[in-house]
Every structure is written in C-alpha cells, then in structure tokens.
C-alpha cells in the first residue's frame, strides 16, 4: 500500500509539474536550440530533470523518512549531479572542469559509505575499490548522458532498470532501496508523456545525468547477492545498453580517430550513438527507441533470473549478453560500411 501511494504521488508531482518547469525555461531561457548535430526544430526546455528530481524528493519525504539516512549519499550525491548539470544546460562547461566535479563527487559519495566491496583482502583492496567504484559512478553517469539521443529513450530505459532493480531488491527483503527505486520510477512515467514523439521538453543535462547517477549508486548500494560474480553480473546486465553504447561508441571514435584522450571523447558530439546507427540502419527514431527498450527489458530478465543462480550461470548470462552485443555491433558496422558504399 505504501509503496502504491509513494508511486502515486511521485508521478502526479512530476506529471503536474512539468507544465510550470516548461514556462520556467521558457522565461529563464534554459533552452536547448536546434542546430548542428540536434534533430529538434524548436527550442525545448530542458527542464525535465528538475521536475522528476521534484517527484523524487517529494515520494521520499512524504513516505520513506524513517529511511532517509540510507539514502543520504545517493542523494547528496544525486542533487550535486543536477546542479552541475543545470549549470551546464545554463552556461556550456568544459569536458575537464565537467570530469573533475563528477569525480569530487563520485570521491564525497564514496566517502559516505556508497562503494563496492567484494574484493579480497589485501593491501590494494581500499584503493581499488575506491578506484573502480569513482570509474563505474562517472561511467555510468555519463553513460546515460548520452544515452539521451533521442525522444523518450532515456527516461523510458531508466523507468525499464528501476522497475527490475525494484523486482530484485523488494524480492530480496531490501525495501527501502526497492521503495527509492519505485518513486523514481514514477517520477520518469510522470515525465514521458512530455518527451514522447513531438518532446514538449528534455531532460537536460541535468536530468541525464542525475538518472545515471542515481542508477549507478543503487547499483552499488544493492546487496544483490553473496557470490562476487552475481553481485557484479545482476547490475551490468540491467544497465547493459549505457555500457555498451558507451563502450562501443568509445571503440568506433578511437579506431576512426575522432577522440585520443578521454576529455576529448567527454566533449566530442555526434550521431554515433547506439540509438543513432539503429537509425542510419533503417529503423524509425521511434522504432530504435523500441528496439532498444526491448534489449533493455531482454536483459532485466536475465538478470532476475540470474538472482537465484551462482556464479557459472551469472558468467554465462554475462557471456550470452555480450555476444548479444558482439552480433549487434558487427550487424552496425557492416550496415555503416554499407551505407557508406552507397553513398
């Protein structure tokens, strides 16, 4: 009952907020204008983050305050994140000033309790994690960040990985993570019909960000399960696409030599997306926003499935999932040389 209320109000906050958020951007011109790579031929607010952002904070306290320690460094964590994204959708920022705050917050996150931590003891073990713990945060943070191509791909896909992340927690006893995961999967619902085909307003950097931060950390925070393997497995298969978009993306920019070093792939833009290519190969922006909702929802259930497993099935899952990705990318690349060909 609870969480259907929290859910409830969360999306309604979001849903009936987004109309003000939209005459807001409008006055304080936090607008994203067409041009250059943009596919948009109007100037949209950018003002969606703010408003799930709202829905969030506002299910919270409305229903979950006797938790509200545990969540404290994802949302510290996540309303720094929006801010700096705000800043940037007010006034562009560099890749390296961009990076280097991201990482100050992945580190005061850290510093607050949200890290991994299955690695053997060892004298490198404080370090590493530390290490691969601030990698995944600003990867995934990022990740999301250009995941947000086209009209109703990010929000819908994190609404995807919050619902199975809330299968998987509120089935394992972890209620006040799955209730945090529900909220804001309400606030993204609440968000959608706004971004859906003609977008009547984005998420912004602002919102793209945050969504993959708080992904990131809910991933991290989760006990998923005893074995390393599956601890690590049931997280990167929900959150798949971003990684590998990102790690596709980055592979096709270097061996291209678009990028060299990793503040010139942060500030690189281009229609060479995961979302993008499925485009160029023929699909409808809609129906590669289909199309990859979809991948998405193939992965949360394998990694529901692998939940129960030990680690050969998760390694397997892991395996299957990667040469799902290997096919994918080898069907891009030769329809992009194809393309090319007949051009």
């Known amino acids: 009952m609870k969480s259907g209320l929290a859910f409830l109000v969360s999306f309604l906050v979001t849903y009936l907020s987004i109309p003000l958020f939209i005459i807001l951007a409008f006055r304080l011109n936090i607008l994203d204008h067409p041009g250059g790579r943009k596919i948009h031929r109007i100037a949209t607010p950018l003002l969606g983050g703010a ?8 299910g919270l306290f409305f229903f979950n305050l006797k938790y509200f320690h545990l969540y404290f460094p994802i949302l510290i964590g996540g309303t720094f994140i929006l801010i700096l994204g705000l800043i940037t959708d007010i006034k562009e920022l560099t ?22 931590s299955f690695l053997p003891k060892g004298p490198w073990k404080e370090i590493t994690e530390v290490l691969i713990t601030a990698i995944w945060i600003v990867g995934v943070t990022n990740a999301y960040n250009y995941l947000d191509g086209m009209n109703g791909l990010a929000g819908g896909s ?4 919050l619902f199975f992340f809330a299968v998987i927690l509120y089935f394992f006893g972890q209620y006040p993570l799955g209730l945090l995961s529900i909220i804001l999967l309400a606030a993204c619902l609440g968000f959608l019909p706004f971004n859906f085909k003609k977008a009547k307003i984005f998420l912004g950097e602002a919102g793209s960000t945050f969504l993959g931060f708080i992904l990131a950390a809910i991933a991290l925070v989760g006990n998923w399960a005893e074995d390393s393997i599956v601890k690590i497995s049931i997280p990167v298969l929900i959150l798949g696409v971003p990684i590998f978009d990102m790690i596709f993306t980055t592979v096709m920019r270097v061996k291209e030599g678009k990028v060299k070093t990793m503040l010139e792939w942060m500030g690189y ?15 409808s922006p809609l129906g590669a926003v289909v199309f990859i909702w979809g991948v998405t929802i193939s992965l949360g259930i394998a990694a529901i499935m692998v939940s129960n497993d030990r680690a050969p099935e998760a390694f397997l899952a892991i395996l299957q999932a990667g040469i799902t990705f290997i096919i994918l990318a080898s069907l891009i690349v030769v329809g992009k040389r194809h393309h090319s060909g007949w051009a």
Request: hydrophobic share 60%.
């Open 95 to 116: 890749a390296r000033l961009r990076f280097l705050l991201q990482l100050l917050i992945a580190l005061i996150v850290i510093r607050l309790g949200a890290k991994i």
């Open 158 to 161: 994190a609404a995807i990985n």
């Open 51 to 58: 408003a799930i952002y709202l829905g969030l904070i506002t």
């Open 269 to 283: 833009g281009g229609k060479d997306h995961f979302h993008h290519y499925l485009v160029d190969l023929g699909f």
